[in-house]
């Protein structure tokens, strides 16, 4: 039910920001706070844990070490499992607009784009949201070049190539996480 909801405000997001190149707040500031809700009640709708450690030196026979407090408290676990996953897909987000807009001496994404990776962050997780940031200009480049050959538009909005990196992500979880788990389980790489 989680991910029919956010997929049903990737679709409005998606096609809003088509039309008329902004993402208006009412699509990610009620689906942040319905992404929040739904995994604070749920207690478990994340795609991996909020912190699983995959450097315990017996992983191989044991498993993934995953702390106490989150099989004790799995509505608190959600909650701090969306709330960090709003709070990552925002601020990476938010830095990435700050650097570009002070490289290129214009605003080069919207705040749109800000609290749209917040809404996805918050269905999705922490982990999931930085791979959506990191296969969204992958998507750009595949769907705009050909959005831009095919209608001549010279600006292409942003918010399409999250929703569709998004998309990505949940199809695919399972074979992203194989290779990025250390780098998201270990304090240093992070």
Known sequence: ISHFVLLSLLITATAT???E??????????????????ATVSGDVQLIHFWVDWNHPLVAVMGPE??????????????????????AGAGITWLSRLISSFVLGQAAMGLGDVTLMAMIGSFLGWQ?????????PLCGLVIGL?????????????????????????????WLWLPTRKAFGDPWML
Do not use: N
């Not at 707040?25 to 319905?34: A, E, H, M, Q, V």
């Open 146 to 174: 050909t959005l831009q050959m095919a209608s001549a538009r010279r600006a292409v909005p942003y918010g399409p190539y999250l929703c569709a990196a998004t998309v990505v992500v949940l199809c695919t979880w399972r």
């Open 17 to 19: 920001d088509l039309r």
């Open 21 to 38: 190149y902004i993402i208006p707040d009412w699509i990610p500031y009620p689906g942040t706070l319905l992404g929040v809700t739904l």
């Open 128 to 136: 999931p949201s930085v791979c959506v940031f990191l296969i969204a």
């Open 66 to 87: 995953i702390p106490e407090w989150i099989k004790q408290h799995p509505h608190l676990h959600g909650l701090a499992w969306s709330l960090a996953g709003a709070a």
